[in-house]
């Protein structure tokens, strides 16, 4: 791949919140790529500093320091035609699809409200778009006219992956977009993201902490621990030869459905444990 095929450049990225000398240092000069048609998974555990990076690419979260560049030009030398262009072709499905969606609109004003903040499209080509986007994800033009409350955490999460596709992005940011959702439902909402990204052409970044959910989804990850990359590379060699101790450690908290190697593993935690309490004697 060649320099062109990067969408969006992290270098050096340093956030703090606080003062800028004594503050909480939630990122400590973190760098990756996201490539064209790529599925990067941000992964780590809780305060790891996934959302915080997410947030400062999209605009919620200022950064302390470092760049975030767009098709090789920082965000911060921008122009506003480009800064416009910027907002539209990357858009964002958020955690929590209970919170993420305003209680007071209903599910049309909802998805076209992007559509109208970017402009450029009419009113017979909003409606339009919005009805193919709803049937494409499993719903229909019978819902639109209803409320957020009449819909379960699935269908939530659903009309909002509709609101992020909208306006035709380049780049779908996701923080953690199945984790408030039932484990019964993860695996529909994981499948359609799955789907969307393969016929959109998306370029996904996707932040989670469940290594399974992300070896399904992506062909690529960095792995935050503290605010520090502590690994990144291709799925493969990631689940196959970590090199970082945390990597490892996060691999092995993995589930693993064979009953005998779940067996094996807790006797192994048992002997360290046992191994670490005699030598503190």
Do not use: W
Not at 181 to 209: C, G, I, P, W, Y
């Amino acid at each position: 791949m060649s320099e062109s095929d990067v969408l969006i450049s992290v270098q050096n990225l340093t956030k703090r919140f606080g003062s800028v000398r004594r503050g909480a240092l939630a990122l400590d000069d973190v760098s990756f790529e996201l490539r064209q048609g790529e599925v990067l998974g941000l992964v780590g555990e809780s305060g790891s500093g996934k959302s915080t990076a997410i947030r400062c690419i999209v605009g919620l979260e200022h950064s302390t320091a470092g760049t975030i560049s767009y098709r090789g030009t920082p965000l911060r030398s921008s122009s506003a035609a480009e800064l416009r262009r910027y907002r539209r072709d990357v858009q964002m499905v958020f955690q929590d699809p209970y919170s993420s969606l305003d209680p007071r609109m209903t599910v049309r004003q909802i998805v076209e409200e992007p559509m109208l903040v970017v402009g450029g499209f009419s009113a017979r080509e909003r409606r339009h778009r919005v009805i193919e986007l709803m049937e494409r994800v499993g719903l229909g033009e019978q819902h639109l006219d209803r409320y957020p409350r009449h819909f379960s955490g699935g269908q939530r999460q659903r009309i909002a992956i509709v609101r992020a596709l909208s306006v035709g992005p380049k780049v779908l940011l996701c923080d953690e977009p199945v984790s408030a959702l039932d484990v019964s439902v993860q695996a529909q909402v994981l499948n359609l993201l799955k789907d969307m990204q393969r016929e959109m052409d998306l370029t996904v970044l996707f932040v989670a902490h469940d290594l399974a959910v992300v070896k399904y989804l992506c062909s690529s990850i960095v792995v935050l621990h503290h605010g520090v990359v502590a690994e990144r590379g291709p799925v493969a060699q990631i689940y196959g030869d970590p090199q970082a101790q945390y990597t490892r450690a996060l691999l092995e908290a993995v589930p693993v459905p064979d009953v005998a190697i779940e067996r094996e593993r807790r006797a192994q935690r048992i002997a360290l444990r046992a191994r670490a309490g005699s030598g503190a004697r």
